[in-house]
């Protein structure tokens, strides 16, 4: 298929398929943490024995 560069012409409707399950996925995850009670989290030094926070910082690019 020239406009879509896939192979065959039911690649496009299986990549759509693939998005689709993938997305549904996604939003059920994101349905499902909205639903968690987490409560009250500690503060300050009580996050680490000792008194040291650990931070984690992750960057993504896209």
Do not use: Y
């Amino acid at each position: 298929m020239i406009v879509t560069g896939l192979a065959t012409k039911e690649a496009p409707a299986e990549q759509a398929l693939r998005i689709f399950i993938e997305r549904h996925r996604r939003k059920n995850a994101i349905a499902d943490l909205a639903g968690i009670d987490w409560g009250r989290q500690p503060r300050g030094n009580a996050l680490r024995p000792g008194g040291r926070q650990t931070v984690i910082v992750v960057h993504c690019r896209s």
